[in-house]
Every structure is written in C-alpha cells, then in structure tokens.
C-alpha cells in the first residue's frame, strides 16, 4: 500500500492517497444507503419491525463509518492524533483513534433506532399515534393518554444503555488524547456501568444463580449473592473493555476479536429467538441484537482500513467502545457468564499478563511483538535482563517454571542469569509456540482462535450445561 511505494524518508502517509472515496466506492455506498433508507421507510407500514429497522440502520451505520473514516482521518492527524505503525519497513504514520467516529456513528444511528421498537406501543399507548385521542372518558383523564400502557421499563434499560456507552466514549477519546495513567483510567468502566446497574436492579433485581447439581444439597437450588452480584456486574464492565484493550497491537485484532465476539453473541441471540415457543428470554435477546448489529455495522467498516497494513489505528476509544457493548447486552440481558465464555481467550491474556500489570517484571510501555526487518515476520518482544537487574528470587522460579511449561520464552547465560524473557502477552506467546509469522498471519490466527474457543464455549454453555445444571435455558 502507501507504504512500500514511498521513499525511505518520507515522513508519513502519502497525502493525496485517500481523502477522497473512489467513484466505485461512492456508487456502492450509495447503494446501500439508499437500499437501507427504503428498508426503513418500509418499515413503518407493519408494526415497525424493529428488527429488520435495526439490519436497516446498520447498513447506514456501515456506511456513514466508512465514508466517515476517509474523510475525516487527515482531520485527525492534524489535530495530533496519530501513530507510528511499528511493524513495516518504513515508518509511517497513520491516523489514530479511528474508534471515535464508530462511537459516534454508532450513538447516532442507536438513538434514531429509539422509536422502532417501541412502535407498536407508541401506537397503542396514544390511540392510533400521536395526539389523535380527542375523545376522553372521565377515568381516562387523570392517566392521560394511555401512558401507562407504555413500556416505560424496556425505554429505560435501552436509554440507560445509551449513556453508559456514551459515558465510555467520553473516557475513550479522553485516554487518546492524553493518555490517562494506567491505574487512573482502569476502574471507570465501572461507573459507566452504574445506569446499568440501577436499570438492573429495577427491572430484574435477580441476584441468585443457579446452582450446579453436585453443589444442589449443600447450597440449595438457587444461591443468592445479594450486592455481591451487582459487584461482579461492574467487575464484568470493568474487565470486558480493558481485557480487548490489551490483546492489541498488530493490525487488525482490535476489530476482528471485537467482531467474533458481536457475532458470536448475536449468534446466540438468534438461538433464543428460534425456539418454538415465546421464550421468556427473548426480549431480552432482542434488545441485545438491537444494540450488536450496528456494532458490527461500524466494526466491519473500521475492519477495512485496520487491516494489515493498517491504514487508521481503532485507539482505545474503539477497544473500550467494544468491550463495553458487550458488557451492557450481557447485563441487561442477564447472561454475563455466556460472554465471560466468549472473552475467554482475553481473560487468559489478562491472567497471563498480571506479572508484567502488577510490576513483577518490567512492563515496557507497548509490548506489541518485535517487527524484523529483515525477514519482514513478527517475533516475541521480550523483557531485557542485565546482570545487575535480576529478578527476585519467587520471580526467577516463576520464569523458570513458566519457560519449561512452554508457557514463555526465556534465555539464561551460561551462569543461569536471566537474558531476556518474552513480554507476557498471549500474542507474543503464540509466536513462541508458532515460530516467526508475518502480522496478518498472526492476526488471522488469533482471530481463528478466539471463534473456535468461543464457539467451543457456547456449545458448552447449551448441550455441556445440561449434565450439571437441571435445564438449559435455551430449552431444546
Ligand atoms: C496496549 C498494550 C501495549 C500495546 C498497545 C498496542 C498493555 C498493558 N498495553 O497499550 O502493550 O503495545 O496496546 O496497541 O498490554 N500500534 C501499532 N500497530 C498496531 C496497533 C498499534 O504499531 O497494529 C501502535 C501504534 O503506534 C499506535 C499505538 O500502538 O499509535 C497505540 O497504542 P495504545 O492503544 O495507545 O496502547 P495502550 O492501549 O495503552
Ligand atoms: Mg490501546
């Protein structure tokens, strides 16, 4: 791409490239747009269809994303926001932050979807819509319209929903631009998530789970877990956004992780929604997929130009953003544990990386893997040791012991002192089992990865959960 055609010292980007979309681009996009607008407008001639609206708006979402990311890109690197793609052979400088155009796009096309859902009972709760109601029996007075017919409940979770996310991109654009402390900026997911909570506590209020068979006779049927499960909630929205935020650094698996998720629990979502009879759960998984699909509507978009060779960074904004899409489906839909199955593969990475996180070993500021420029593959980064800066003695067993279960790579000279150990993510460890790979290999590898881990843990979440918990929900 730009890159391998400009000269050893041009500084950046060259700038003609793409500011502009191609005439194809602009016909397809078009298309699309104005093929979703017509969806939409259709709509409105049944009962709303929420669902089919939502597919609709994402269409645009992905649209608007698109469009949005090449014009707006050299607008960002203008106002500072950008960065050096650390893995090519010539240094370039991309726009970064990418992420906020998706929260905003995506804020916008979530709260012009507010109406669809509730169509049917706009319709209803004011008589045939609107202010058509001139006549009023005497009892009718005092409620007004018919309000009180009106989910008032399903708008706030959905509304709560909405600023939680917003609340996040705010964090988001603020960590790009200034770069919050580690330690600052961990736990404010936490209180994004408190309009979730409350809305939680007020619709569900359900703070007991469901106890395995063999536990049943000590614990009872159901084990109540009172405020502690409003604890785990926050701990899940503050874990979701962190936990993709770290497994990053080579193009594209920001977004690709992000997108195995979405599909995956929109996937999961449908399984809910085919059962043949109403499923109690299933407004709950409605709802779900009303906030997944424009999700995957401005990933796929933000897909198309972090993919290797990147030409836009997402930023944290974007890994925040995504996190906290899941974290707020799986609260307010009340299955946090499915998606705890799903993030699996980051909740190894989040583990794995606690020595490095809580300073048992030196935590260099990106610990992406090394580019060699030489053979143009990805190889593990590693954490350098000099002989006068070793570790402490329970460190160096832990090295050790983590080097002979092939869980790291570690060099000692011929004194047995540490040389260097690779940086304590799962990305670099796939490279010590794997050998040099070039970075959309290892990005698609990864990817591959997270959908069979995730597909594996939703199989065991259905037909597994049967043999240790009396039912499964899905009830097939
Ligand atoms: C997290 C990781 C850090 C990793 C970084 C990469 C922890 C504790 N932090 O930090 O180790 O190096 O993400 O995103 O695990 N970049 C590339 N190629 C890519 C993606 C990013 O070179 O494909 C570089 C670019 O210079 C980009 C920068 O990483 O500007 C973005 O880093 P940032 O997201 O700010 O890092 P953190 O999230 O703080
Ligand atoms: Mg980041």
Known sequence: MTGHHTTQHAQSHSPAASTTLSSTESISLLSLSLACIGILANTFQGDGEPLIASL??????????????????????????????????????????????????????????????????????????????????????????????????????????????????????????????????FFIPAFASIPLLVVYFVDFGVTSIV?????????????????????????????????????????????????????????????????????PATDSHLFSLFLLLPFLGVSFALLWYNWYPARAFVGDTYCYFAGMVFATVAILGHFSKTLMLLLLPQAFNFVYSVPQLFGLVPCPRHRLPRFNKRTGLMEPSVTEWVPERQPKPAVAWMLRMLGRLGLLMVKVDGDGKFVETSNFTIINLWLVWRGPLREDRLAGEITAMQAVVGLFGLFVRHRLALLIFKEDNWGL
């Open 211 to 279: 106890m395995p068979i063999p536990l049943q006779p000590y614990l009872g049927e159901l084990f109540d877990l009172g405020p502690l499960y409003y604890a785990y909630m926050a701990c899940v929205a503050i874990f979701s956004p962190n936990s993709i935020n770290i497994l990053a650094g080579i193009n594209g698996i920001e977004v690709t992780q992000s997108i195995v998720v979405a599909l995956l629990l929109a996937f999961n979502d449908c399984l809910y929604l085919l059962t043949p009879y109403p499923h």
């Open 56 to 185: 609709a708006l994402s269409g645009l979402a992905f649209a608007g994303t698109y469009a949005l990311i090449r014009w707006l890109g050299p607008t960002f690197m203008r106002s500072g926001l950008k960065g050096v793609d650390m893995s090519k052979q010539t240094r370039r400088e991309l726009p970064e932050c990418m992420g906020a155009i998706c929260a905003v796009v995506y804020l916008l096309v979530v709260i012009v979807f507010i109406p669809f859902p509730f169509y049917k009972d706009i319709v209803a709760a004011t008589s045939g819509g609107g202010n058509r109601d001139v006549v009023l029996r005497v009892e009718e007075v005092q409620r007004g319209r018919f309000l009180h017919r009106f989910p008032h409940g399903k708008l706030a979770s959905y509304l709560s929903a909405i600023i939680s996310l917003q609340s996040i991109a705010i964090l988001g654009i603020g960590d790009d631009l200034f770069d919050i402390r580690w330690r600052h900026k």
